[in-house]
């Protein structure tokens, strides 16, 4: 109940295309879904995070979608550009001090 | 605001010895996490102190390994002796906690290595 699944695993998208990142997960109480963006050699960075009572958040080209019902969130990164090439993990929380995170998916953006 | 400050950011060690990995977290942040990064089980929460004081450190892989914060500006993650498996790149995270849900901000991490 503790585990938030992510998918997929590694993402290959051409430059200008969107990319989608998914993520499922189990425990009802988790309130805080966070995005975290890692590129290689530096530690992750907090991206976009959304609540549980809205369905959407847009930040620049950066929008999370959020389905309570199904209890899943996607990350959309609309006109991927080579420099948002990293690896993304969403993560969630539920008013604790430990944020529970995905396995990550390592995307790749070609010009 | 210099963020999570983390040191060495390499360590080269053989096996056996100790090793011992800092973290300075940010001002007023009184939530700290040590997490460990491999690519083959991902981002692994070790242990996590809250004002000072350890409240989970279920995720320390045994009792090679031991993590203090003596106050509020300082902790240390130390690996005695440490194993070749220990091999992997070590982050300190600090947040501020409250009901907002404040995120973490990441060290940018030691990057260990056991020969």
């Known amino acids: 109940q503790q585990q938030v699944k992510q998918s997929p695993q590694s993402l290959i998208v051409q430059k200008g295309g969107i990319s989608i990142i998914n993520c499922a997960y189990e425990?009802?109480?988790?309130?805080?879904f966070p995005w975290y963006q890692q590129f290689p050699g530096k530690g992750p960075a907090l991206l976009i995070a959304?609540?549980?009572?809205?369905s959407e958040k847009k930040e620049g080209r950066f929008t999370i979608s959020f389905n309570k019902s199904a209890k899943q969130f996607s990350l959309h990164i609309m006109d991927s550009q080579p420099g948002d090439s990293a690896t993304y993990f969403c993560?969630?929380?539920?008013?604790?001090?430990?944020?529970?995170f995905g396995t990550g998916t390592r995307l790749q953006v070609f010009p | 605001d210099a963020g999570v400050i983390q040191s060495p950011r390499h360590e080269v060690t053989e096996m056996g010895q100790e090793v011992t990995l800092r973290c300075k977290p940010i001002?007023?942040?009184?939530?700290l996490f040590w997490y460990r990064q491999t690519m083959m089980r991902g981002l692994e929460l070790l242990i996590y102190?809250?004002?000072?004081?350890?409240?989970?450190d279920s995720g320390m892989p045994e009792d090679r390994f031991s993590a203090k914060m003596p106050n509020a500006s300082f902790s240390t993650l130390k690996i005695q002796p440490s194993e070749p498996r220990d091999s992997a790149v070590y982050f300190c995270?600090?947040?501020?906690?409250?009901?907002?849900?404040?995120?973490?901000?990441f060290g940018s991490g030691t990057r260990l290595t056991v020969v």
């Open positions: 995270a600090s947040r501020r906690t409250g009901r907002a849900n404040y995120g973490y901000t």
């Open positions: 425990n009802t109480a988790f309130d805080y």
């Open positions: 001002s007023g942040h009184n939530s």
């Open positions: 959304i609540r549980p009572d809205v």
């Open positions: 102190f809250n004002n000072n004081v350890p409240i989970d």
């Open positions: 993560a969630a929380d539920y008013n604790t001090d430990k944020l529970i």
